[in-house]
C-alpha cells in the first residue's frame, strides 16, 4: 500500500513569492491533515478536512496560506507572498475515521524564505 | 488554548543507560496518546499508540507510561543505543478523527 505522498520535496523562495503544496493521502481516507513544523520544535496544525469541508482551520493564517481538497482526495496548500517566518517543513497526514485512530505522515516540503 | 509541554528540551544519555521523557498535557478530553521518533530531515516515525484506559505500554526497547490523574504521558527508553539518536515528540488527540497536538520535542543524544 503506497503511504502519504508530497511533493516537492524542498522549496527555496525570496520573501514575497508564492508556493504551492501538494499531498495525496493514502487511498481510501477520509481525513487530511496539514501541519506546519518549524525548525527543532514540533508540529502544528494548520488546517485540516474530512472528504471535502474543512473541519478546522483556525489555525490556518488566512491573509496568506489557503489550503483546498476538492474532491475528497488530494490537497494542495498555497502561500501567497511567503514571509521568512514561514520557513519550516510542512507535513501532511490522512487517517481513516473509525479505524486504528493513527495518522499517517508524508515525508514533508522542507521550505525555505529568504 | 490547550498545551502540550514537554522535558527535557535536550538529553544526553550513555550507550545503555536509560533515557526518560515526559509531556503533560491540559486538554481533560484527551484520550488516544501517541509518541513519534523523528530523525534528521525524516518525517515522524511511530512508536507507539495508547488509549486512555492503559497505563503501562511496552514496545521494542521503551515502555509508555500514561498517568491520566495527573495528565502525564511518559516515555522511557531502556538501554538506549546510538541508534536512537533523535528528536521524540509526543502528541495527544481527543478522538481518532480529530487533529493531535504535539508536545515540543526532546532532542536525544545517545553516546557510545
Known amino acids: 500500500e503506497a503511504g502519504v505522498t508530497q511533493s516537492p520535496r524542498y522549496a527555496v523562495l525570496q520573501e514575497g513569492q508564492a508556493v504551492s503544496f501538494w499531498c495525496d493521502p493514502i487511498?481510501?481516507?477520509?481525513?487530511l491533515y496539514w501541519y506546519q513544523q518549524p525548525r527543532d520544535q514540533g508540529p502544528q496544525l494548520l488546517v485540516y478536512?474530512?472528504?471535502?469541508?474543512?473541519?478546522?482551520n483556525s489555525q490556518l493564517p488566512s491573509d496568506r496560506f489557503s489550503a483546498v481538497r476538492p474532491k475528497g482526495t488530494n490537497s494542495t496548500l498555497k502561500i501567497q507572498s511567503a514571509k521568512q517566518g514561514d520557513t519550516a517543513t510542512y507535513l501532511c497526514?490522512?487517517?481513516?475515521?473509525?479505524?486504528?485512530?493513527?495518522?499517517?505522515f508524508g515525508p514533508g516540503t522542507r521550505l525555505t524564505v529568504l | 488554548g490547550e498545551q502540550v509541554e514537554q522535558r527535557p528540551p535536550h538529553l544526553s544519555v550513555r550507550e545503555g543507560d536509560s533515557a526518560f521523557i515526559t509531556c503533560t498535557y491540559t486538554?481533560?478530553?484527551?484520550?488516544?496518546f501517541f509518541w513519534y521518533k523523528q530523525e534528521p530531515g525524516a518525517s515522524l516515525q511511530l512508536l507507539m499508540k495508547?488509549?486512555?484506559?492503559?497505563e503501562i505500554n511496552e514496545g521494542q526497547g521503551f515502555t509508555v507510561l500514561l498517568n491520566k490523574k495527573d495528565k502525564r504521558l511518559s516515555l522511557n527508553l531502556t538501554a538506549a543505543h546510538p541508534g536512537d539518536s533523535a528528536a521524540y515528540f509526543c502528541?495527544?488527540?481527543?478522538?481518532?478523527?480529530?487533529?493531535?497536538?504535539f508536545g515540543t520535542g526532546t532532542k536525544l543524544q545517545v553516546v557510545p
Open positions: 497526514a490522512s487517517s481513516f475515521t473509525g479505524g486504528d485512530y493513527e495518522q499517517y
Open positions: 487511498s481510501g481516507h477520509d481525513t
Open positions: 478536512f474530512r472528504d471535502e469541508a474543512v473541519i478546522d
Open positions: 486538554d481533560p478530553n484527551s484520550y488516544y
Open positions: 495508547v488509549f486512555s484506559s492503559t
Open positions: 502528541a495527544v488527540s481527543e478522538d481518532s478523527g480529530t487533529y493531535q497536538r
